[in-house]
Structures are given as structure tokens and as C-alpha cells.
T-cell receptor, first 116, second 111 residues
Framework: ETGVTQTPRHLVMGMTNKKSLKCEQH?????MYWYKQSAKKPLELMFV???????ENNSVPSRFSPECPNSSHLFLHLHTLQPEDSALYLC???????????????FGEGSWLTVV | QKEVEQNSGPLSVPEGAIASLNCTYS??????FFWYRQYSGKSPELIMF????GDKEDGRFTAQLNKASQYVSLLIRDSQPSDSATYLC???????????FGDGTTLTVKP
């Protein structure tokens, strides 16, 4: 248990569906992240939020829409996805993005997404 | 050139041997360095972090950092089959507010 909780753990959705992934961290951190990890591929950073403000968007298609209502919660809204978007989506948090003691990143268990 | 480079592997060692995992980075402003372990189908979990040049030991794991050479390594002594996983190197530049992961090295420990 890392203190970062993701729901749902598994999701199957059609290409015309709209769904959301939810992440909550109980660590008092100020930075939260979404990563994508496709089968046998490295981690891809998608979005970074620091103190609820989006500080990084790594050229992610608009069919992925993040939302950070507060420092403890992060959502990833999904709509009109493609089968190639099937992957493990990892939420993570760290103390903050600008420094601090090592800025260790703690990962959630991940949400397995399958787009059919 | 990738900002953080790791040998993709797979690296295979016999049980009981020392496994050596290497990572190089390009950002000289990097200040802290992390090793994560990721089992197949699971999320990454932190094993160790190191800030200062030299060695840092924790049980069977030793992290080694050489900032002049921009090199960080992880040694696993007395490797066990349960150590079989992908090991991710991560590099932080606090001033830039940036954390960068390598692609990972897959380690297999054979009984």
C-alpha cells in the first residue's frame, strides 16, 4: 500500500464511451502525475499537476482530459478512445515538483484499460 | 540521445550471483537518483534512492553514484528468483522540477 489509490483497477470500454479514471493520494503530496504504460513499453509521462495547476502535458491527444480539483485527487477523463490506447494507466504523487527531499514518486496500483 | 539510458536486457543471472544494473543520464543538473522495481503486471515500487557520490547499501541492494561520470548503478547481491522484474532508473533535477525515467532493464534470476 503506497498511499496512492486508483479506481477502477480494470476497465473495458467501447470506442464511443466516456469514462473516468480516479486517483486519490493520502500522503499530503502536492504533485500528481498520470503515466501510461503499454505492453512491454516504457513509462510515458502524460500529465503533471503541481499544487492543482497543470505544469506539463506531453503532447497527449485531447481524447484524454485530466482534472485536478485539489491536491489529493486527480482524474483522467476518457472519451472516444482508440484500441491502441489500451494500456496500464498509472497515477503517482510526490511531495512537490520543484524540489524537496528527493522528490520520491509513489505510484498507485494502476488502472488496466482495454478499449474495444 | 535519451536523457536516461539503461541497458534494455534482458539480463539473466543464476541464483546467488550478483546482478549489476546500470544507468547513465545526460542532465548534469540532476541531483537525486532512484531505482524502482516493477513486477510484470504491477506498478513500480521504490527500492532505493541516492543523492551523494559513492555507495549506499540497503540489505542485498547497493546503489552506486558517480556524478562526474553521470552514472548510477544498482547491485543486487545473492540474487533470488523473486528479484526477477524490470528495474527502472529515475533521475530528478529539483531546480527544473523534472523527474525522468529510463526505459528499464529486465532481470531474470534463474534457479
Amino acid at each position: 500500500e503506497t498511499g496512492v489509490t486508483q479506481t477502477p483497477r480494470h476497465l473495458v470500454m467501447g470506442m464511443t464511451n466516456k469514462k473516468s479514471l480516479k486517483c486519490e493520494q493520502h500522503l499530503g503530496h502536492n504533485a500528481m502525475y498520470w503515466y501510461k504504460q503499454s505492453a512491454k513499453k516504457p513509462l510515458e509521462l502524460m500529465f503533471v499537476y503541481n499544487f492543482k495547476e497543470q505544469t506539463e502535458n506531453n503532447s497527449v491527444p485531447s481524447r484524454f482530459s485530466p482534472e485536478c480539483p485539489n491536491s489529493s485527487h486527480l482524474f483522467l477523463h476518457l472519451h472516444t478512445l482508440q484500441p491502441e490506447d489500451s494500456a496500464l494507466y498509472l497515477c503517482a504523487s510526490s511531495q512537490d515538483k520543484t524540489g524537496g527531499s528527493g522528490n520520491t514518486i509513489y505510484f498507485g496500483e494502476g488502472s488496466w484499460l482495454t478499449v474495444v | 540521445q535519451k536523457e536516461v539510458e539503461q541497458n534494455s536486457g534482458p539480463l539473466s543471472v543464476p541464483e546467488g550471483a550478483i546482478a549489476s544494473l546500470n544507468c547513465t543520464y545526460s542532465d548534469r543538473g540532476s541531483q537525486s537518483f532512484f531505482w524502482y522495481r516493477q513486477y510484470s503486471g504491477k506498478s513500480p515500487e521504490l527500492i532505493m534512492f541516492i543523492y551523494s557520490n559513492g555507495d549506499k547499501e540497503d540489505g542485498r541492494f547497493t546503489a552506486q553514484l558517480n556524478k562526474a561520470s553521470q552514472y548510477v548503478s544498482l547491485l543486487i547481491r545473492d540474487s533470488q528468483p523473486s528479484d526477477s522484474a524490470t528495474y527502472l532508473c529515475a533521475v530528478n533535477n529539483h531546480n527544473a522540477g523534472k523527474s525522468t525515467f529510463g526505459d528499464g532493464t529486465t532481470l531474470t534470476v534463474k534457479p
